[in-house]
């Protein structure tokens, strides 16, 4: 752009002020008003130097702050073809009536038409220059797309208006340059005063232009740059856990909800009785900052001390006020949390067991402790596989629900898992247990869980890693065969969050397990629990009816459709295969890549894991492009073949050179790949591959394959079927060619 063009920008300036907005939407508010915002300007043809630029916002406030947009669109050239010459002129040269009314039209005489020229002849047209509308007089409807654009799923309404928004709008600030720009969004009238903080600066803060407005509002105590303000919450967290010689806890979410809270965040130091430090940590942390959005703060050991951090969103005269108040409302709940802790002690993980057969885990498939006897059972036959102890894997499994039983649980559910780790370590009932066995035991019924969110670390220790997959087999395998698949964007039994966790604890644990074998039992020990739950149904039912005086008429559970194991097997691997398809593409692994693999469908996840790798390695290699086309064909060719093809070459029928090259190439490639294959080497059976190229080009370029004799071309099939499956022993290849 020219330097006269860039002095006709200006800095923009617009800002929302409302009610405080909803802090977990605040940020894609603030970014989908700003995308809006520049959207608009950019398809009206204004040009927006803000490549920088970012949203800004706080909970009572919307901006954008623009540092430059062109004051005008740029001209508007418009053409208007008209009628071709045998049209519009007679044959005395003057304009008809289709001329004389497309120059109407058009507002101008006919003869200061110009002319142009297509492929079907000379043809009027009128071409005309407009000035690019103002900037001004666009923003207005600019900001009505905009704000009508946001993701805002309840709007609210306030004082009778039909319009509405996430909160009620109380000011509009629209500054292009030093002006304001004249607009009106739900009933309120631009101006160039905002508002500074709500008790520190009560009053209006008044913007000479665009470029005073960070540092305006900050004399008003109020930081609207984001970042600053998360910068000064971390800063001041991290200054008071020095102070006590420790460290601070500071969850990215926990951080960007109180960011969303304050305008003039203050660190203020608390603590709390060290007596409450007997409860377990995740009760307090999750006290801490799920409820109350403080800061935990760590000892030099990175131990929970007794010492927190609330963020205010003021400087107190009176901080001493402000920590009571902080320290008053947290005080409760670990009361709560410490009673009970200890009331659950006294009744032991082994014994809140009993209370899991009248606890249904789902309609169709019984209760929750007939969930864990399958686990257990699943459990105990898996960890032998992959060099985990039976015994104490089975022992986790059965102990791994009980304290969904806990009054702990009950009232931090987040819980689950870390309260069973903390009671096994305690409960009477376990001291048969070394204590290592006990710790794995314990560690075990934690780790199940795990992992329990997206990009959380899977179970650590074998037994943990084992019943963290026979609970997800389960977990699948019963919601599959009680008809609960996920459909649309519902998903109850977070059935796509339990096959990712399962595939990645296989394949991140190196567990070269059958998963096919593994899933098809799962789903028989499903089917014999939909069985099992009907049959109590019934007699309930019946049982029900005797005691109303009611005869019911006998159905048998064994009536019922049951899935077939095999069938559903095959569903629940398919399952997550789609489910993998995402977790590769975020390793950056081409869909090519995974496609290959997947059409072979291996057995063991690692197994297929290894081969994406093997598949990588081998698609840079400069003859896998070729290979690949070349299976592609092959596969082609043996499709649309009419005769039998036998299953082994005849050497005595070969008649070209090229023809006997490749076929000692493919020879010596199953006997070079054969041990390899076998021990799953898989980049040494593709760079084998790669060496027969040359043979594989020479055959298609010498020899014709579909031959007049009938049994040489079945002898050249066979031999191109055989290249053919040890091309495709990795993966199919074919989906590399582009």
């Given at each position: 752009?020219?330097?006269?063009?860039?002095?006709?920008?200006r800095?923009?300036?617009?800002?929302?002020?409302?009610?405080?907005l909803?802090?977990?939407?605040?940020?894609?508010?603030?970014?989908?008003?700003?995308?809006g915002?520049?959207?608009?300007?950019?398809?009206?043809?204004?040009?927006?130097?803000?490549?920088d630029?970012?949203?800004?916002?706080?909970?009572?406030?919307?901006a954008?702050?623009?540092?430059?947009?062109?004051?005008?669109?740029p001209?508007?050239?418009?053409?208007?073809?008209?009628?071709?010459?045998?049209?519009?002129?007679?044959?005395?040269?003057?304009?008809?009536?289709?001329?004389?009314?497309?120059?109407?039209?058009?507002?101008?005489?006919?003869?200061?038409?110009?002319?142009?020229?297509?492929?079907?002849?000379?043809?009027?047209?009128?071409?005309s220059?407009?000035?690019?509308?103002?900037?001004?007089?666009?923003?207005?409807?600019?900001?009505?797309?905009?704000?009508?654009?946001?993701?805002?799923p309840?709007?609210m309404?306030?004082?009778?208006?039909?319009?509405?928004?996430?909160?009620?709008?109380h000011?509009?600030?629209?500054?292009?340059?030093?002006?304001?720009?004249?607009?009106?969004?739900?009933?309120?009238?631009?101006?160039?005063?905002s508002?500074?903080?709500?008790?520190?600066?009560?009053?209006?803060?008044?913007?000479?232009?665009?470029?005073?407005?960070?540092?305006?509002?900050r004399?008003?105590?109020?930081?609207?740059?984001p970042?600053?303000?998360?910068?000064?919450?971390?800063?001041?967290?991290?200054?008071?856990?020095?102070?006590?010689?420790?460290?601070?806890?500071?969850?990215?979410?926990?951080?960007?909800?109180?960011?969303?809270?304050?305008?003039?965040?203050?660190?203020?130091?608390c603590?709390?009785?060290?007596?409450?430090l007997?409860?377990?940590?995740?009760a307090?942390?999750?006290?801490?900052?799920?409820?109350?959005?403080?800061?935990?703060?760590?000892?030099?050991?990175?131990?929970?001390?007794e010492?927190?951090?609330?963020?205010?969103?003021?400087?107190?005269?009176?901080?001493?006020?402000?920590?009571?108040?902080?320290?008053?409302?947290?005080?409760?709940?670990?009361?709560?949390?410490?009673?009970?802790?200890?009331?659950?002690?006294?009744?032991?993980l082994?014994?809140?067991?009993?209370?899991l057969k009248?606890?249904?885990?789902?309609?169709?498939?019984?209760?929750?402790?007939?969930?864990?006897?399958?686990?257990?059972?699943?459990?105990?036959?898996?960890?032998?596989?992959?060099?985990?102890?039976?015994?104490?894997?089975?022992?986790?499994a059965?102990?791994?629900?009980?304290?969904?039983?806990?009054r702990m649980?009950?009232?931090?559910?987040?819980?689950q898992?870390?309260a069973?780790?903390y009671?096994?370590?305690?409960?009477?009932?376990?001291?048969?247990?070394?204590?290592?066995?006990?710790?794995?035991?314990?560690?075990?019924?934690?780790?199940a869980?795990?992992?329990?969110?997206?990009?959380?670390?899977?179970?650590?220790?074998?037994?943990?890693?084992?019943?963290?997959?026979?609970?997800?087999?389960?977990?699948?395998?019963?919601?599959?065969?009680?008809?609960?698949?996920?459909?649309?964007?519902?998903?109850?039994?977070?059935l796509?969050?339990?096959?990712?966790?399962?595939?990645?604890?296989?394949i991140?644990?190196?567990f070269?397990?059958?998963?096919?074998e593994?899933?098809r039992?799962?789903?028989a020990?499903?089917?014999?629990?939909?069985?099992?739950?009907?049959?109590?149904?019934?007699?309930?039912?019946?049982?029900?009816?005797?005691?109303?005086?009611?005869?019911l008429?006998?159905?048998?559970?064994?009536?019922?459709?049951?899935?077939n194991?095999?069938?559903?097997?095959?569903?629940?691997?398919?399952?997550?295969?789609?489910?993998?398809?995402?977790?590769?593409?975020?390793?950056?692994?081409?869909?090519q890549?995974?496609?290959?693999v997947?059409?072979?469908?291996?057995?063991?996840?690692?197994?297929?894991?290894?081969?994406?790798?093997?598949?990588?390695?081998?698609?840079?290699?400069?003859?896998?492009?070729?290979?690949?086309?070349?299976?592609?064909?092959?596969?082609?060719?043996?499709?649309?073949?009419?005769?039998?093809?036998?299953?082994?070459?005849?050497?005595?029928?070969?008649?070209?050179?090229?023809?006997?090259?490749?076929?000692?190439?493919?020879?010596?490639?199953?006997?070079?790949?054969?041990?390899?294959?076998?021990?799953?080497?898989?980049?040494?059976v593709?760079?084998h591959?790669?060496?027969?190229?040359?043979?594989?080009?020479?055959?298609?370029?010498?020899?014709?394959?579909?031959?007049?004799?009938?049994?040489?071309?079945r002898?050249?099939?066979?031999?191109?079927?055989?290249?053919?499956?040890?091309?495709g022993s990795?993966?199919?290849?074919?989906?590399?060619?582009?």
């Amino acid at each position: 752009m020219s330097a006269p063009q860039a002095q006709h920008k200006r800095p923009l300036l617009v800002e929302l002020g409302t009610e405080e907005l909803p802090v977990k939407a605040l940020p894609g508010l603030a970014r989908a008003f700003f995308d809006g915002v520049v959207e608009g300007l950019r398809k009206r043809g204004i040009e927006v130097d803000g490549d920088d630029a970012r949203p800004l916002y706080t909970p009572r406030r919307l901006a954008v702050l623009l540092p430059g947009v062109a004051a005008e669109q740029p001209e508007q050239r418009n053409e208007v073809l008209g009628p071709y010459l045998n049209i519009a002129l007679d044959a005395d040269g003057q304009p008809t009536r289709a001329l004389q009314g497309f120059a109407a039209k058009a507002g101008v005489d006919w003869q200061a038409l110009e002319r142009t020229s297509d492929n079907k002849g000379e043809r009027f047209v009128h071409r005309s220059v407009q000035p690019g509308a103002r900037t001004d007089a666009l923003l207005p409807e600019i900001l009505r797309e905009a704000i009508a654009a946001m993701p805002i799923p309840k709007p609210m309404r306030w004082g009778g208006h039909d319009y509405g928004f996430a909160r009620p709008v109380h000011w509009l600030v629209v500054l292009l340059g030093k002006d304001v720009v004249d607009a009106e969004l739900m009933g309120v009238r631009s101006d160039r005063m905002s508002r500074g903080h709500r008790f520190m600066h009560d009053k209006p803060v008044w913007f000479s232009t665009p470029d005073d407005y960070v540092e305006s509002l900050r004399g008003a105590k109020v930081l609207v740059d984001p970042d600053e303000r998360r910068a000064r919450i971390v800063a001041g967290v991290e200054a008071e856990a020095k102070a006590v010689g420790g460290s601070a806890r500071i969850d990215a979410g926990n951080l960007e909800e109180v960011n969303g809270l304050v305008e003039w965040p203050k660190a203020v130091r608390c603590g709390f009785e060290p007596e409450f430090l007997a409860v377990p940590a995740e009760a307090l942390v999750a006290t801490m900052e799920a409820n109350q959005k403080f800061f935990p703060l760590l000892d030099s050991d990175g131990r929970l001390s007794e010492h927190f951090v609330g963020i205010a969103n003021i400087e107190s005269n009176d901080e001493a006020e402000v920590r009571k108040g902080y320290e008053r409302v947290i005080r409760p709940r670990f009361a709560d949390a410490k009673f009970f802790f200890v009331e659950d002690m006294k009744q032991g993980l082994a014994a809140m067991g009993e209370g899991l057969k009248q606890v249904t885990y789902q309609a169709k498939l019984g209760s929750v402790a007939d969930k864990v006897a399958r686990v257990a059972a699943l459990a105990e036959a898996i960890a032998p596989q992959v060099g985990a102890d039976p015994a104490l894997t089975r022992r986790a499994a059965e102990l791994s629900k009980n304290d969904l039983q806990s009054r702990m649980v009950n009232e931090f559910p987040e819980l689950q898992g870390i309260a069973g780790r903390y009671y096994a370590m305690q409960d009477a009932a376990l001291d048969d247990l070394a204590h290592d066995d006990r710790v794995a035991v314990a560690d075990a019924i934690d780790e199940a869980y795990r992992p329990r969110f997206g990009g959380d670390d899977i179970a650590l220790s074998p037994a943990g890693k084992v019943l963290a997959i026979a609970e997800r087999l389960d977990t699948l395998a019963g919601g599959f065969a009680a008809g609960l698949r996920p459909t649309g964007n519902k998903d109850p039994f977070a059935l796509r969050r339990n096959a990712l966790g399962l595939a990645r604890t296989v394949i991140e644990s190196g567990f070269d397990v059958d998963i096919t074998e593994l899933m098809r039992v799962s789903a028989a020990h499903a089917s014999t629990a939909l069985l099992h739950a009907a049959a109590e149904k019934q007699q309930k039912d019946a049982e029900d009816a005797e005691r109303k005086g009611v005869k019911l008429a006998d159905n048998q559970s064994g009536g019922m459709f049951l899935p077939n194991a095999d069938a559903l097997a095959n569903d629940l691997y398919d399952f997550i295969l789609d489910r993998l398809r995402g977790y590769y593409a975020d390793k950056g692994v081409p869909a090519q890549h995974f496609n290959a693999v997947a059409e072979l469908k291996p057995k063991s996840l690692y197994d297929f894991d290894r081969r994406i790798d093997a598949v990588g390695t081998f698609a840079a290699l400069p003859e896998a492009e070729a290979l690949a086309a070349a299976n592609k064909r092959i596969g082609n060719i043996l499709k649309k073949a009419d005769i039998e093809v036998p299953g082994m070459e005849d050497p005595a029928l070969m008649n070209e050179p090229a023809e006997r090259a490749l076929a000692e190439a493919v020879e010596a490639l199953y006997g070079e790949t054969a041990e390899a294959l076998r021990k799953g080497d898989y980049v040494t059976v593709l760079n084998h591959m790669a060496r027969v190229r040359p043979q594989v080009d020479a055959f298609f370029d010498a020899v014709m394959v579909n031959a007049d004799d009938p049994a040489v071309r079945r002898n050249r099939l066979a031999l191109l079927r055989r290249l053919s499956e040890r091309l495709g022993s990795v993966a199919a290849i074919e989906h590399l060619s582009i």
